[in-house]
T-cell receptor, first 112, second 113 residues
Framework: DQQVKQNSPSLSVQEGRISILNCDYTNSMFDYFLWYKKYPAEGPTFLISISSIKDKNEDGRFTVFLNKSAKHLSLHIVPSQPGDSAVYFCAASARGANNLFFGTGTRLTVIP | NAGVMQNPRHLVRRRGQEARLRCSPMKGHSHVYWYRQLPEEGLKFMVYLQKENIIDESGMPKERFSAEFPKEGPSILRIQQVVRGDSAAYFC???????????FGSGTRLTVV
């Protein structure tokens, strides 16, 4: 049972444009959401997070939006840069839980 | 200020052999988490340990897999009698407390031949 879903395996965007990566979840107990970035042969690196009490969190070029009623979150990267090319994982956790639930990832390619 | 150190980076084992994966958490981190990533899938939680204690092993297969985090030394994920389906990337993460401040290691890629 995949509780966190990233339905787009890949995304290509021109440099300078906006990248929008989407994530859906099914468990209404999730109250904290994270985005990780992963380069080949490396571990995931934390990018940005959002608590369920918020609907937006911004950090530089990265903004995460949370729509609780739709059980949907998205990561916006503006402007996109070639160095942003990586696999992006959405993850979620429930209050009191010990682990994160990860999506299957979206491979972002930013074309120079 | 080394990050989470995992070794080996790559491990090849024949079916039936044992695999030992090691993880040294970041300095000051006493919480260790193991995740497995099968090809074309996301990371899946396996086990959560604190020093000398297994806190949550709900994601561990019931047989052949075990984990420890001794008082001294790294955390060890042990897979006995490996099978082809164990081929995956195994990631360790550590945190000072709770999972909000996870730092992941670079992973061990296990290949069973």
């Amino acid at each position: 049972d995949q509780q966190v879903k990233q339905n787009s395996p890949s995304l290509s965007v021109q440099e300078g444009r906006i990248s929008i990566l989407n994530c859906d979840y099914t468990n209404s107990m999730f109250d904290y959401f994270l985005w990780y970035k992963k380069y080949p042969a490396e571990g995931p690196t934390f990018l940005i997070s959002i608590s369920s009490i918020k609907d937006k969190n911004e950090d530089g070029r990265f903004t995460v939006f949370l729509n609780k009623s739709a059980k949907h979150l998205s990561l916006h990267i503006v402007p996109s840069q070639p160095g942003d090319s990586a696999v992006y994982f959405c993850a979620a956790s429930a209050r009191g839980a010990n682990n994160l639930f990860f999506g299957t990832g979206t491979r972002l390619t930013v074309i120079p | 200020n080394a990050g989470v150190m995992q070794n080996p980076r790559h491990l090849v084992r024949r079916r039936g052999q044992e695999a030992r994966l090691r993880c040294s958490p970041m300095k000051g981190h006493s919480h260790v988490y193991w995740y497995r990533q099968l090809p074309e899938e996301g990371l899946k939680f396996m086990v959560y340990l604190q020093k000398e204690n297994i806190i949550d092993e709900s994601g561990m297969p019931k047989e052949r897999f075990s984990a420890e985090f001794p008082k001294e030394g790294p955390s060890i994920l042990r897979i006995q009698q490996v099978v082809r389906g164990d081929s995956a990337a195994y990631f360790c993460a550590s945190s000072p407390g709770g999972h909000y401040g996870y730092t992941f290691g670079s992973g061990t890629r296990l290949t069973v031949v």
